[in-house]
T-cell receptor, first 109, second 114 residues
Framework: GQNIDQPTEMTATEGAIVQINCTYQTSGFNGLFWYQQHAGEAPTFLSYNVLDGLEEKGRFSSFLSRSKGYSYLLLKELQMKDSASYLC??????????WGAGTKLIIKP | DGGITQSPKYLFRKEGQNVTLSCEQNLNHDAMYWYRQDPGQGLRLIYYSQIVNDFQKGDIAEGYSVSREKKESFPLTVTSAQKNPTAFYLCASARGLAIYNEQFFGPGTRLTVL
């Protein structure tokens, strides 16, 4: 079957680094997305990985290992505004995204 | 400014009533999607459309209907046949169906059935 797993909630301290993991099982894998969603708002795009390796975008980086069915989102120099849910989504062969339930990240001062 | 809008932000309906959620985009995107988001669950696809006058069922289409008469608009009707309609509904658009195309989301409509 198709499945996405990510932790339900994580807590980190302002200024620190946090890594949010995502494991996936999808048929016809065509890439993995990370989105950020503040409470009650729309998800916004963070990254897309289709090849193995690390992609860096400012304070945010995303990693993919296709052989392991594994991705992570790395957030550096955490700010209070980074408190949000982070959604992992894997593509399948039917042009659809399979979404994880999201990881709620709580940033403490 | 280009973007995707949904209205209303909050919607209340009585059981047994149909209700239509609006979704409009001015990004000139071909593909549009409707998702449902429930607490503790990932987004679930209701319907999607890759071109005007064509749309496809997603994973949870039962009790919902859509139309795509214009490129810019993709309204969703929640019918009385939908057994548990209370949820947060998100509309999204993308340049095309190709999976590498980032999806842009509207602000969402929170529907509550009384």
């Amino acid at each position: 079957g198709q499945n996405i797993d990510q932790p339900t909630e994580m807590t980190a301290t302002e200024g620190a680094i946090v890594q949010i993991n995502c494991t996936y099982q999808t048929s016809g894998f065509n890439g993995l997305f990370w989105y950020q969603q503040h409470a009650g708002e729309a998800p916004t795009f963070l990254s897309y990985n289709v090849l193995d390796g690390l992609e860096e975008k400012g304070r945010f980086s995303s990693f993919l290992s296709r052989s392991k069915g594994y991705s992570y989102l790395l957030l550096k120099e955490l700010q209070m505004k980074d408190s949000a849910s982070y959604l992992c989504a894997s593509s399948d062969s039917n042009y659809q995204l399979i979404w994880g339930a999201g990881t709620k990240l709580i940033i403490k001062p | 400014d280009g973007g995707i809008t949904q209205s209303p932000k909050y919607l209340f309906r009585k059981e047994g009533q149909n209700v239509t959620l609006s979704c409009e985009q001015n990004l000139n995107h071909d593909a549009m999607y409707w998702y449902r988001q429930d607490p503790g669950q990932g987004l679930r696809l209701i319907y999607y459309s890759q071109i005007v006058n064509d749309f496809q069922k997603g994973d949870i289409a039962e009790g919902y209907s859509v139309s795509r008469e214009k490129k810019e608009s993709f309204p969703l009707t929640v019918t009385s046949a939908q057994k548990n309609p209370t949820a947060f509904y998100l509309c999204a658009s993308a340049r095309g169906l190709a999976i590498y195309n980032e999806q842009f989301f509207g602000p969402g409509t929170r529907l509550t059935v009384l």
